[in-house]
């Protein structure tokens, strides 16, 4: 019995075959709400939770995952003092506004970058290939595609250290038009270009030290672009579930999501401030991210709360990584243009992306050089 319909399933899916007769059920998904409720969905439905300001893990393909079924890692302590602020400060003065622009523009030129689209494989494959070019000659460090069951592969930059323990930053490089997710204009300059290109301007700087480059850090550092974060943490949940079950060791994960829209300050004649995100992260790393942004940024900070699964930084936690998420304003300054045709890139602050690739290089050389 069991035998016979593995053939007939396993006939069907390599052959494709069209079923007449049969009405094709309609793709479901399973998504989990913010109280734990698990409930089965359509993609409109899904569409219809976001819109009714009901978020959501879409946990389609992890259902035999509950975070209390993780076995729990060991804690890990924190420097309370900053050791490597030479270093930081001569690769935070090569990070480039330009180079961040120019890296914006051709990625908010795709319609979308949506990951389920023809496009949000395009801006894919395109991510992958700039961060490939920023890789020098001789460096130890590699870049490849994540693939996912859908056609938007979240892509995975890899500097080896001198140990496993793994420092990761992370961003989401897919975008959505909210109203019309699949074929809608959606240029995603703020959310999330913005931090796509700040990590990547992070990361290109980073590898323009010899010591990183070579293999000389004492952790390995691993910079992570995200598919699907706009469908339910889609591809961040995919990779950190496969770093859970294969027991890899991340002391800290960086989330940047949003780091270029401060009009809400600077129309008020005000000062941009970092927010910085406290619910479904470490309480620990967040500490320790307050003092890199205080020795290393211009910005002031100020706690706030998504209120829920926001980001990628909430994949990681749910899996037992510490993980931290600076914002770019507090929440009272957000950015109303999100999910629409008008997030472009005429609307994001470059210096004050900078001020967070600051923060990412500081986050990344403190903590891959710390002893712990
Ligand atoms: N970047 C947003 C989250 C965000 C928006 C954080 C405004 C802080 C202020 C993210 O890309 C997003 O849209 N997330 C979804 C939830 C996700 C689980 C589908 C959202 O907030 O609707
Ligand atoms: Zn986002």
Redesign the pocket.
């Known amino acids: 019995m069991r035998f016979s319909f593995c053939v007939a399933a396993l006939a069907a899916s390599v052959l494709a075959l069209p079923t007449p007769d049969v009405e094709t059920p309609k793709e479901t998904f399973t998504v989990e709400l913010a109280d734990g409720e698990r409930r089965q969905v359509t993609e409109a439905e899904k569409f219809a939770l ?1 819109a009714d300001g009901k ?3 879409d946990i389609t393909e992890f259902l035999d995952f509950t975070p209390s079924s993780l076995t729990k890692r060991q804690t890990v302590t924190y420097p309370t003092t900053l050791t490597q602020g030479t270093s930081v400060r001569s690769l935070a003065a090569k990070l480039s506004s330009s180079n961040m622009q120019t890296n914006l523009q051709p990625f908010t030129e795709f319609n979308n970058r949506y990951y389920r689209a023809s496009t949000g494989k395009q801006s894919s494959d395109w991510l992958l290939a700039k961060v490939k070019s920023y890789i020098p000659a001789g460096s130890v460090a590699t870049a490849a595609q994540f693939t996912h069951s859908f056609t938007q592969s979240s892509v995975i930059a890899k500097i080896p250290g001198k140990g496993s323990k793994t420092v990761v930053v992370g961003a ?1 490089q897919d975008s959505i038009n909210g109203n019309s997710p699949s074929s809608g204009r959606a240029p995603g300059a703020d ?2 270009g913005s931090g796509t290109v700040t990590i990547l301007e992070a990361f290109r700087t980073l590898l323009t030290n010899s010591t990183i480059a070579s293999g000389g850090a004492a952790q390995t550092i691993e910079f992570h672009w995200y598919a699907g ?2 469908g ?2 889609l591809g961040s949940q995919a990779i950190f579930s496969s770093y859970s079950s294969s027991g890899r060791n991340v002391v800290g994960m960086l989330n940047q ?2 780091t270029g829209y401060t009009a809400g300050y600077t129309s008020a004649g005000l000062t941009p401030k970092f927010g910085v995100i406290t619910d479904n992260v470490s309480a620990a790393l967040t500490t320790f991210t307050k003092r890199v942004i205080t020795a290393y940024t211009i910005r002031a900070y100020a706690d706030d709360e ?1 209120g829920y ?3 990628d930084h909430a994949s990681a936690t749910r899996y037992g990584f510490p993980s931290a998420m600076i ?1 770019e304003s507090e ?1 009272k300054y ?1 950015n109303p243009y ?2 629409t045709t008008g997030d472009t890139i005429s609307r994001v602050d470059f210096a004050h992306m900078v001020e967070h690739a600051k923060l990412v290089v500081g986050f990344v050389v403190e903590l891959g050089f710390a002893v712990l």
């Open positions: 976001k978020n959501f893990f989401h959310d999330d974060e706009e339910g943490l999501d949003m998504c699964a926001c980001s914002f929440m957000e999100i999910h």
